[in-house]
C-alpha cells in the first residue's frame, strides 16, 4: 500500500511496529473481556435516577419534561456505562443517557466536559450535552438523542475532513498540551497533565502511561527505552518540520465513535478530549 500521503503519526507508528511486537503479548491482561462477562456485570440503574433525570432536564430546558413509557435501554457503553435513550412526552423530544455507579462520575464529567468543548466550536455536529447529575446510587449524563442511519458515503466523509479540520482550528488557551481535568479512554484512564512540548506530553502521559499500566499487570519490556527513545526523536523530527500546534481533539476517533445522522451530517461522539497535535485523531481514522 502507498503511505507516502498518511500522516506522520501513523507513519510513526508504522516505523516503531518491530520496537513493539512483544508489547501486544506482553499486555494481554489488558485485551477486552469476554461479551458474556460484560454482560454478567451490567449495570442495574435505579428508578429514582430517572426520576432525577427527569427534574434536572426540567430545570435544564427550563420547561416540564415528562419521560414517557420509561427508558429504553441499549447496549453497555464504552468504560462500563450504561446507555439509553429517553423520550419526553409533552414535546416529544428524545435524549440519550449514559449512567454508571456514583464511583463513575469523574468518568462522565469528563465526558460531558469534552462534548461540551467540541459542542463550542460549533464546526462538526456532536449530541449536545444538557445535564450532568446523581441520584442516590447512580451518576448520569444526558445528551440530545443524534437520529443516525445515513450511509458513510465518499461525500459525508469528506464533509467530515473539513469540520474536523476546523475544529482543530480551536487551540488551548494557555499555549500546552493537556486538557483540564483526566479522563478515560474507553475504562482506561488518561492522564491530561499540562505539558509544554508535544513529545514529552506523548513520552510521558501516552505511551509511557500505557507501558507502565502493562507492567503493572505484570508486563515486562526488554526493548522500553529503545522504544521511547525511538517514538520521541520522531516526535521531535515531526514538530521541528510540520505546525504542531495544541488542537482540540476528540481523542478516541475510531470507526465505532463517528457517522452520520439522517440528514447525513457527519458527527463523532463518546469522546477522550484532549489539546494534541491535531494528527492523532487522523491516525487513529486511517
Known amino acids: 500500500a502507498d503511505v507516502t500521503m498518511a500522516p506522520p503519526l501513523l507513519l510513526l507508528l508504522l516505523a516503531v511496529l518491530p520496537a513493539v511486537d512483544s508489547l501486544w503479548t506482553s499486555c494481554a491482561p489488558l485485551r477486552a473481556p469476554h461479551r458474556s462477562s460484560v454482560r454478567s456485570r451490567r449495570l442495574v440503574v435505579q428508578a429514582s435516577m430517572f426520576q432525577e433525570m427527569e427534574a434536572q432536564l426540567s430545570d435544564a430546558l427550563g420547561d416540564v419534561v415528562q419521560i414517557s413509557s420509561g427508558p429504553t435501554p441499549g447496549a453497555a457503553g464504552g468504560g462500563g456505562a450504561a446507555v439509553g435513550s429517553l423520550v419526553d412526552s409533552v414535546s416529544g423530544r428524545k435524549f440519550f443517557y449514559k449512567a454508571t455507579g456514583l464511583h463513575g462520575f469523574d468518568m462522565l464529567r469528563a465526558e460531558f466536559l469534552g462534548v461540551k468543548e467540541m459542542a463550542e466550536t460549533g464546526t462538526i455536529t456532536v449530541p449536545n450535552p444538557i445535564v450532568l447529575g446523581t441520584s442516590a446510587n447512580n451518576a448520569f449524563a444526558v445528551f440530545d438523542y443524534l437520529e443516525m442511519g445515513h450511509p458513510k458515503t465518499n461525500e459525508v466523509s469528506a464533509t467530515m475532513g473539513r469540520e474536523l479540520a476546523a475544529m482543530h482550528r480551536a487551540t488551548s488557551e494557555n499555549g500546552l498540551y493537556g486538557w483540564r481535568v483526566n479522563n478515560t479512554c474507553g475504562a482506561t484512564l488518561q492522564p491530561n497533565t499540562w505539558t509544554e512540548e508535544w513529545p514529552d506530553f506523548w513520552d510521558s ?41 495544541p488542537s482540540l481533539v476528540h481523542g478516541d476517533l475510531w470507526t465505532g465513535n463517528a457517522g452520520a445522522t439522517k440528514d447525513g451530517r457527519p458527527c463523532i461522539f463518546d469522546p477522550a478530549t484532549y489539546y494534541g497535535d491535531r494528527e492523532v485523531d487522523y491516525a487513529m481514522t486511517t
Open 205 to 245: 502521559q501516552r505511551l509511557g502511561h500505557m507501558l507502565r499500566l502493562c507492567k503493572r499487570d505484570g508486563a515486562v519490556f526488554s526493548n522500553e527505552q529503545e522504544l521511547r527513545t525511538k517514538v520521541r526523536a520522531m516526535l521531535e523530527d515531526h514538530v521541528r518540520t510540520n505546525a504542531v500546534q
